[in-house]
């Protein structure tokens, strides 16, 4: 891996030979002038190349772009002091970043291969006078042979119209498939196939979120994920959060419509796994699917009015597995859907999911699990108990709500750094295009910049009085200009506003009163933290430092921080692959003590109290310094 030396601030850092000199600057916390996101197209980015190779691009006027050049060798370069207007702020903290819990703690997301639907190869001797036993009973008992505590398994009633061509079709050879149960010791045949099929054994795992559905192409043979989709909730056309959804959902044929859009983009998703994998969908055995509650009684079919109002009761927090064609999925007949249980109204099977896939509930220290999305979820607790709630955190931080919020997608604004001098922006995008809009993490990352460059107060108003023309008014009130309409793929300017912040500073207000008053319930401090666990994507691209600056997490010490990616996803393949994990599911979601927060009044104090940044107790960011 390269070296690369940025001097004057003589700072060094290892990088990817893919990666650009501005993205390298970025991480070592050099700021270099750069407001069209790397895209190559406002020629600010100037550096001059004092040792080593590299390759890209050079300017008119002398040096190099640092977005367009690449290091070929160790390389030392010069940001020229003329593009900074005080030396004093060339450098900056490198950017701490969260460590991936997945890597450290490998042995956590190790589960036994034991899939909940098994296939077994039988061969069964030939009827004959002396022997004419029915197909079933033939068939039964071979099976006890192979597997004595199924003797006698229950049998789904579709097997029977196939059974005789299946055991003859290939002498008398057949493969069948075993469903065991997933609280007791029951067995269910559920599917018999001619011949030695045993290799083609694969499972979907979902997770059916707000805003994204994900799912996996899993080989149950191996454990290993074969192939990754995701696409957006179509729900999203009928409102952005769950509660909105379930007002739609009154009206008309509101409930069906819903129900209707998340079957078909099931179906579109598998479809896709299976035609990116080469794979066919009579090999499915399983599906196993997670998500809030609200998402699994859309897909269920159950009834959400007593959800939506006090005292918010689910139809059931525990499903039994479904025959996936009878709610309309496109898959082979015998194919079920494992549904992850839920706990309580606003915290679904997507934590339960993420409780257990990440293994806290196998470990001593205290943990913090936070899944931050438009229903901010928490769990507080360790393998001996566990304490959860829910806080509505809108859809800010996943790019609602705001002027030009997007999805974490190719052209959005992910990083930023603001000059605290010039008030200029140093920004990346992703996939280094033209922006578009402005990301979960881009949004955090802005905001951080600005307040602690001196552009925005306490409070999240602009300052009005700056020398600079990027903070102007506008429509919802003063902005700050992030990138000017010719450098962006939008033909317009992209810009934050004070409306876009107070949306933003409600949402980290909501999610850090809620940890807040959690563990106060439980008697505890955020000193008492061991470590935090942050589920969602976009924890992986979060610095720490940001998150704390704005008030959005703990100001505690950054290595007890882990992300861990879509936790939900992750149990959910581990539901699939393994039914010991199954049944870990049912046992942690009856372990969780569900504390509502919405009736609790120390919840609103925090809750106002956050409405700062970060807080309006200094005490509790110590590291966060306000000049």
């Known amino acids: 891996m390269p070296n690369i030396t940025f001097l004057p601030a003589n700072v060094s850092i290892e990088i990817d030979p893919d990666e650009n000199l501005l993205r390298a600057a970025m991480k070592a916390g050099v700021h270099i002038n750069s407001s069209c996101g790397g895209a190559g197209v406002c020629n600010k980015c100037r550096i001059f190349v004092e040792q080593g190779e590299v390759k890209g691009e050079t300017l008119p006027e002398g040096g190099w772009k640092a977005c367009q050049t690449f290091p070929v060798s160790d390389v030392v370069v010069r940001v020229p002091v003329e593009s900074e207007v005080d030396r004093k702020v060339l450098r900056r903290p490198m950017a701490q970043k969260a460590a991936s819990w997945i890597k450290v703690h490998t042995k956590s997301t190790s589960w036994e291969l034991h899939p909940v639907v098994q296939k077994y190869l039988v061969h069964l001797p030939k009827p004959s006078l002396q022997d004419s036993a029915s197909d079933l009973e033939r068939l039964k008992r071979e099976i006890g042979q192979k597997r004595p505590q199924a003797i006698s398994p229950e049998v789904d009633s579709h097997v029977l119209s196939t059974l005789p061509e299946s055991v003859r079709k290939r002498d008398w050879d057949a493969t069948v498939s075993l469903m065991e149960g997933t609280e007791r010791d029951i ?47 179509p729900q999203i056309s009928y409102g952005e959060d769950v509660i909105s959804r379930m ?25 896709e796994l299976c035609s990116k994998s080469g794979r066919k969908k009579e090999a499915l055995s399983l599906i196993s699917l997670a998500g809030n509650t609200v998402m699994m009684h859309f897909l269920l079919g159950l009834d959400t009015r007593f959800l939506r109002s006090n005292p918010y009761t689910p139809v059931a927090t525990q499903f039994p597995p479904v025959r996936a064609i009878d709610l309309g999925m496109d898959v082979p007949e015998h194919v079920y859907m494992f549904l992850v249980p839920c706990v309580a109204s606003y915290v679904g099977a997507d934590i339960v999911a993420g409780v257990v896939g990440v293994g806290i509930n196998h470990h001593p220290e205290l943990t913090l699990f936070i899944d931050i999305g438009t229903n901010g979820e928490i769990v507080l607790g360790n393998q001996d108990w566990m304490a959860c709630a829910a806080c509505s955190a809108g859809p800010a931080f996943e790019g609602g709500g705001m002027r030009h919020g997007m999805r974490a997608t190719t052209g959005a604004i992910e990083v930023v750094h603001i000059h605290p001098v010039t008030f200029e922006p140093m920004i990346l995008t992703i996939g280094g295009k033209k922006a578009k809009g402005i990301c979960g993490s881009g949004i955090i990352s802005l905001l951080a910049g600005l307040f602690m460059a001196g552009v925005l107060d306490q409070r999240g108003k602009f300052y009005k009085d700056l020398d600079t023309e990027r903070v102007r008014p506008g429509r919802d009130g003063w902005e700050y200009v992030v990138i000017g309409a010719k450098s962006t793929a939008i033909a317009q300017d992209i810009v934050f506003t004070e409306a876009d912040i107070e949306n933003l500073i409600r949402a980290k207000g909501a999610m850090f009163a809620g940890y807040f008053t959690l563990l106060e319930s439980v008697g505890m401090g955020f000193e008492d933290l061991e470590r935090v666990i942050l589920a969602g994507n976009f924890g992986s691209y979060l610095d720490l430092d940001q998150a704390i600056t704005i008030g959005l997490l703990p ?73």
């Not at 979902?206 to 996996?216: F, H, L, M, N």
């Not at 861990?564 to 979601?589: C, D, F, M, W, Y």
């Open 187 to 233: 067995h269910r045949l559920i599917r018999v196939e001619p011949g030695d099929s045993t290799s083609q054994h694969l499972a979907v795992a979902v997770d059916v979120g707000t805003t994204t559905v994900s799912a996996q192409l899993i080989d149950l043979k191996t454990g290993e994920a074969i192939e990754e989709v995701s696409d957006y909730n």
């Open 247 to 271: 007002e739609f959902a009154k009206k008309g044929d509101g409930f069906k419509t819903l129900q209707e859009k998340i079957i078909e983009c099931l179906n579109r998703l598998i479809g």
């Open 555 to 627: 100001d505690i010490p950054r290595d007890r921080f882990f992300f861990a990616g879509n936790t939900s996803l992750l149990g959910a393949r581990a539901s699939a692959i393994s039914l010991p994990v199954t049944r870990e599911l049912h046992k942690v979601a009856k372990m969780m003590t569900h504390f509502d927060l919405s009736s609790n009044p120390r919840f609103m104090d925090h809750y106002v109290s956050s409405l700062f940044l970060p807080h309006t107790d200094q005490n509790l960011f110590p590291s966060v310094r306000l000049e």
